[in-house]
């Protein structure tokens, strides 16, 4: 009885997880298949960096009247939209000789990924009840990690069963059974219809206003919001030294580099299991405040590593405290924006995050350039320890105005 209350109770949210987990296996199959291509067609490794450079101009693009356009129409629709769209563009890509050509289809994929990542947030936070979301998002932690360590291991049996062309075809057959099984999802729409509206510089202009009123008015929300952000912000750009610190500071080969990495996708998903599993008993500062320090704590142990071993400790400990922390941070981020807002924030927080990641990255890359590689890695893990700081002392704050015991939530 109980399995079959849980199953009915369940059943759309874990057809979405469903949905999500295809999509983030072919983001994958996407992702290694098109270096791939590229670095065939050129022979040139910075042909192959400009698409790593494509995915944030082109969510700076979008971002800027996203949310406008998310808040307005019915997100289901879009979020099938999307994932229909980018199949047909992907498939397009194995045929086309041109490389800019290519770099123009990838940085419309990334678009209609900038485009359906708030909305699927929008969506989630409508679908999932609130005693639900933290584990829902748990899961959701446990996917995305399923999908880091599933999606390059099926890029390679594709590969030693044909070419990089057919696992182009492949990943595109992922998002449209993606957005066939989003289809299925049930209309959540308050009203049979929407009022028109028109996009124009005057709409995102007064949309803009608004994100700026509520965030004044909201202004411990958003701090913990902007400061869960910029942690992320420095992760990114730490991560775009991590080959380099584990082959040239640490000495790693090859074969013992991509043990690290595996090990943090299997940190993040054992943490998201964990999560799951006493989501009842750990309130969402405890999640979003301690997973967030000890993220930072595991990149400072990374940071101060002379070898395989203290390394491997600091990547399984910010990466199973990741899963908290993003656990903490989505269930936050749903229970204290409304909905009706919750496109346009997430798009004008996402390209204040953008600047600051291209920001982050590049003086990250100079310290790196200019001094060495170990005190930037150490230089940025302590600026994150003090952003993590910070945010804990937010939560502390909203937890104490809110009454809120570690223990206070169910799930």
Request: net charge positive; aromatic share 14%; hydrophobic share 55%.
């Amino acid at each position: 009885m109980e399995v079959t209350k849980f199953a009915r109770s369940w059943k759309a949210p874990l057809l979405l997880l469903s949905a999500i987990g295809l999509s983030n296996i072919g983001d994958w199959i996407y992702l290694i298949a098109l270096n791939l291509i590229v670095l065939e067609m050129t022979g040139s490794p910075l042909a192959v960096a400009v698409l790593y450079i494509l995915k944030p101009l082109a969510s700076l693009l979008t971002n800027v009247w996203a949310g406008s356009f998310i808040d307005r129409v019915n997100q289901r629709r879009l979020m099938v939209a999307m994932d229909i769209i980018r199949a047909i563009l992907i498939v397009l890509l194995p045929f086309l000789s041109s490389l800019w050509m290519i770099y123009s289809i990838v940085f419309i994929v990334h678009m209609a990924s900038a485009v359906f990542v708030p909305a699927s947030m929008t969506y989630i936070t409508k679908l999932v009840v609130p005693e639900k979301r933290k584990r829902f998002n748990s899961f959701r932690g446990f996917i995305d990690s399923g999908g880091f360590l599933v999606g390059p291991a099926v890029a390679g049996v594709l590969f030693m069963l044909g070419t990089p062309h057919i696992a182009m075809y492949v990943n595109a057959a992922t998002f449209f059974l993606s957005g066939m099984m989003t289809r299925w999802l049930p209309n959540l729409e308050e009203n049979g219809k929407r009022e028109p509206f028109k996009l124009s510089k005057t709409l995102i202009k007064n949309d803009w206003a608004v994100v700026v009123a509520f965030s004044r008015k909201k202004i411990w929300v958003m701090w913990i919001y902007f400061l869960f952000g910029f942690m992320m912000v420095m992760a990114t750009a730490l991560d775009s030294l991590e080959a380099a610190f584990s082959k040239e500071v640490l000495l790693l080969s090859d074969t013992t580099y991509g043990f690290l990495v595996s090990l943090a996708g299997a940190g993040i998903a054992l943490g998201s299991l964990v999560t799951a599993y006493f989501s009842n008993k750990l309130s969402i500062f405890f999640l979003l405040g301690y997973g967030s320090l000890f993220v930072a704590v595991g990149y400072l142990i990374y940071a101060f590593s002379e070898g395989f071993f203290m390394a491997a400790i600091g990547f399984f400990i910010l990466s199973f405290s990741l899963a908290f922390a993003n656990t903490g941070f989505h269930t936050f981020y749903q229970d204290h924006i409304p909905v009706h807002v919750m496109g346009r924030v997430a798009s004008v927080f996402g390209l204040v995050e953008g600047i600051l990641i291209i920001m982050a990255t590049v003086l990250i890359g100079v310290g790196a350039q200019w001094g060495s590689i170990k005190s930037a890695v150490l230089i940025g893990s302590f600026v994150m320890l003090g952003i993590t700081l910070m945010q804990g002392m937010a939560c502390t704050h909203m937890k104490g105005k809110k009454g809120e015991l570690v223990k206070a939530s169910t799930g």
